[in-house]
């Protein structure tokens, strides 16, 4: 069974820069898609960032394009999601997930089989 463990969210000022880290359990790592999802009070669970299983393809949305960064370190298995140029509107509980991949794809809809419990980033104005 895949278990996945988001850590360091926190509370941090407008500007400010946070990373979080998906620990995934499991022997195959190097096999799963990646993605992070967030989810605001009141509000739909969105897609912020994908990456293949080699790590060597990604894709954002428009809101996050150019402030966040994911990465993947495959021996560690762990995922990152580096956040910076942070902004109240970035304020949400922030949702890894993974998904076994046959080919070297990123995946941006809630399709994926794991998730993580979640992490709260608040960015106060």
């Known amino acids: 069974q895949v278990q996945l463990a988001e850590s360091g969210g926190g509370l941090v000022q407008a500007g400010g820069s946070l990373r979080l880290s998906c620990a995934v359990s499991g022997r195959t790592f190097s096999s799963y898609a990646v993605g992070w999802f967030r989810q605001a009070p009141g509000k739909a669970r969105e897609f912020v960032a994908a990456?293949?299983?080699?790590?060597?393809?990604?894709h954002y949305s428009d809101s996050v394009k150019g402030r966040f960064t994911i990465s993947r370190d495959n021996a560690k298995k762990t995922a990152y999601l580096q956040m910076n140029s942070l902004k109240p509107e970035d304020t949400a509980v922030y949702y890894c997930?993974?998904?076994?991949?046959?080919?070297?794809?990123?995946?941006?809809?809630?399709?994926?089989?794991?998730w993580g419990q979640g992490a709260q980033v608040s960015v106060s104005s």
């Open positions: 990456i293949s299983r080699s790590g060597g393809r990604t």
């Open positions: 997930a993974a998904d076994a991949a046959t080919m070297d794809i990123v995946i941006v809809t809630p399709i994926y089989d794991y």
